[in-house]
């Protein structure tokens, strides 16, 4: 068994992440957005910083795929071009860039645009060069941060999609944010292979998660839906402002 797993972490911190991982599926897939966060928040405790993101992303893309995949039908597919070009614009400044950004600042310009997006209308770009803007400027976060898909919910939001089709979308773009991500990582020479075994399982976990979530998403309807997820986005973007003033 414990050829399986990473060096640097433990059977029960593994069996730990393993369960988390259902859990915040569950979460994610019956209320749209929030389990990235919190998968990332709990991982920071266990995982060694160096592999923390990657990590992460790695795991995410099962997380994503496995919810894209069951609603398949509902993904709104001319926005991931895009996306994906804004993406690999984004992904790659992010992997490449020497310069030291401050984490105070981008935290608190991302809250902003969150409840911006959230509580007030649209405005300024929309259509494809909103949808491109998203993936780079997300892209280009989460080379440093990893769960930026309340920012990516945030654009989704935008698009006034029913319940089904925005769970969908966001994580079909996640999905392509992600995979972009672990690309570039690999290519800057993180070396994944200790840790594909817990990915693995922590993918499985995720799935039987989402499964059920699903089944709550379902059962809403697309005013409580968006409710929730407005109240989800706004306690998000509050820990992100609080954090970023703390961090400054």
């Known amino acids: 068994m414990d050829s399986f797993l990473p060096p640097d972490i433990s059977l029960h911190a593994s069996m730990a992440l393993v369960a988390f991982s259902a859990l915040t599926s569950f979460i994610t897939a019956a209320a749209g957005i929030g389990g990235g966060v919190v998968m990332l928040a709990l991982?920071?405790?266990?995982?060694p910083a160096q592999a923390l993101i990657p990590v992460h992303g790695a795991v995410q893309i099962g997380s994503?795929?496995?919810?894209?995949?069951?609603?398949?039908?509902?993904v709104q597919w001319p926005v991931l071009m895009p996306f994906a070009l804004g993406a690999v614009l984004g992904a790659s400044l992010g992997g490449l860039t020497a310069v030291q950004?401050?984490?105070g600042v981008l935290k608190i310009g991302l809250a902003g645009f969150i409840l911006w997006s959230v509580w007030f209308p649209p405005v300024g770009m929309k259509g494809?060069?909103?949808?491109?803007g998203s993936g780079a400027f997300s892209s280009f976060l989460t080379m440093f941060f990893g769960a930026?898909?309340?920012f990516v919910a945030a654009m989704v939001k935008t698009l006034k999609l029913g319940r089904l089709e925005?769970?969908?979308t966001h994580a079909a773009c996640m999905v392509v944010q992600h995979l972009i991500k672990i690309v570039v990582f690999g290519l800057l020479g993180f070396a994944f292979a200790p840790y594909l075994g817990l990915v693995g399982a922590m993918i499985l976990s995720g799935f039987v998660g989402t499964v059920i979530g699903k089944r709550c998403l379902v059962k809403?309807?697309?005013?409580?839906?968006?409710?929730v997820l407005a109240v989800i986005l706004t306690l998000l973007a509050a820990k992100l402002l609080y954090?970023?003033?703390?961090?400054?």
């Open 101 to 103: 950004l401050s984490p």
């Open 43 to 47: 991982m920071a405790v266990i995982v």
């Open 148 to 150: 930026t898909g309340t």
């Open 166 to 168: 925005h769970v969908a």
């Open 243 to 248: 954090d970023g003033v703390m961090a400054l």
């Open 128 to 132: 494809r060069l909103a949808v491109v």
């Open 220 to 227: 809403m309807n697309d005013v409580l839906f968006h409710r």
């Open 64 to 74: 994503n795929a496995g919810r894209m995949a069951i609603m398949a039908s509902h």
